[in-house]
């Protein structure tokens, strides 16, 4: 059976299980993505899934970047951080020298990797390589013009009560707010890793910035952020050579009502699938695959059938 999560504790009630909604819950619960079983291996059973190669990669990204401590590979039991390049720019005012950055990136992507049993001949010194492209490319470019505010910053933002008078909040941690250029306020930003072109139709647009945009207005870690502006940071890894752009969102009123709105309608779905326990696989997921879920053979075991694709 899979590992649980260190020191995990499973929910108590339907006010335990819904009482923190994070970002990524919502796409567990609603779109493309979603699957109620998994939902439960994740957020009930609390059982860690094998690492994923494109998770471990965006991880050794991120770590790169923000020293955000670890959560999978080796940092699953010692979430440890090392300082990344925004962290160094931060303490010390100054950008960080190419080779230390390509150093970080090579130390957290080896760690990473060791953990991963799905990793082709050559495929860890490609994507290292690929990283190091993608930092002296257009990432230095682009993060020599920033300047940061606040690293990995952490919000949770009480909502109304729900019809029982059970409390719940939005909750998320943003990578990074920075000032851009010779902006006069900090906005948010976000590093994405993505095999393909990022695209102004992506969920991520309109679920994850105006979900950190309402925590930026309401919440005192992130006072003075300009709420209205979310930046992605993407390091595509395509087949010729890796390249990082950003993509800036623009987020009004509607899209923060749209998505406060939207969340309302994933907490009642979640105390619905607590109270009856129906967590009912969803194999037309787009994640439904033996080598994209990780929890495909609990769910061949609970639920029958058979999950399509073959394990790598
Ligand atoms: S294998 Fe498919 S149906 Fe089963 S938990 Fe994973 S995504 Fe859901």
């Known amino acids: 059976m899979y590992p649980r999560k260190p020191d995990w504790k499973a ?12 970002q990524s819950t919502i796409g567990d619960v609603q779109g493309p993505f979603a699957c109620h079983a998994q939902l439960k291996y994740k957020a009930i059973d609390g059982y860690r899934s094998k690492p994923a190669k494109a ?4 991880t050794a990204w991120d770590r790169m970047q923000y020293a955000v401590a670890g959560t999978t590979g080796p940092y699953a039991t010692k979430p440890e951080t090392l300082d990344g390049y925004f962290r ?6 100054e950008d960080m020298p190419e080779k230390d ?4 990136f090579d ?6 990797a060791s953990e991963l049993e799905d990793l082709k001949e050559g495929e860890k010194d490609d ?14 470019d682009i993060a020599k013009t920033l300047q940061p505010h606040k690293l990995h910053t952490e ?27 010779d902006s006069d306020k900090p906005h948010l930003r976000d590093a994405k890793t993505s095999g393909k072109s990022w695209s102004l139709g992506v969920a991520d647009n309109k679920v994850q910035a105006p979900h950190y945009s309402i925590g930026a207005i309401n919440s005192s870690s992130l ?18 050579k890796a390249n990082v752009s950003e993509h800036v969102v623009k987020i009004d009123d509607l899209m923060r009502t749209t998505h406060l709105r939207r969340t309302a309608i994933i907490r009642d779905i979640m105390r619905m699938l607590w109270k009856t326990g129906d967590f009912l696989p969803n194999r037309d997921s787009m994640t439904c695959s033996r080598s994209n879920c990780g929890y495909w053979s609990a769910c061949e075991r609970e639920f029958g059938g058979t999950v399509r694709g073959v394990e790598v």
Request: charged share 30%; net charge negative; hydrophobic share 35%.
């Open 88 to 93: 160094e720019k931060q303490k010390s005012g």
């Open 155 to 181: 919000f949770s933002v009480p909502m109304q009560p729900d019809q029982d008078g059970d409390e719940w909040f939005l909750r998320g941690s943003v990578d990074m707010s920075a000032y851009k250029g």
């Open 107 to 112: 130390q957290v992507w080896t760690e990473e």
């Open 11 to 22: 929910p108590e009630s339907a006010a335990d299980f819904t009482r923190f909604i994070h």
């Open 101 to 104: 950055v390509k150093e970080v």
């Open 223 to 240: 006072e003075g952020v300009d709420p209205d502006k979310f930046t992605f940071e993407v390091m595509v890894k395509n087949k010729t």
């Open 55 to 58: 998770l471990s990669y965006g």
């Open 127 to 140: 994507l290292l390589k690929r990283g190091f492209i993608a930092i002296g490319g257009a990432w230095m």
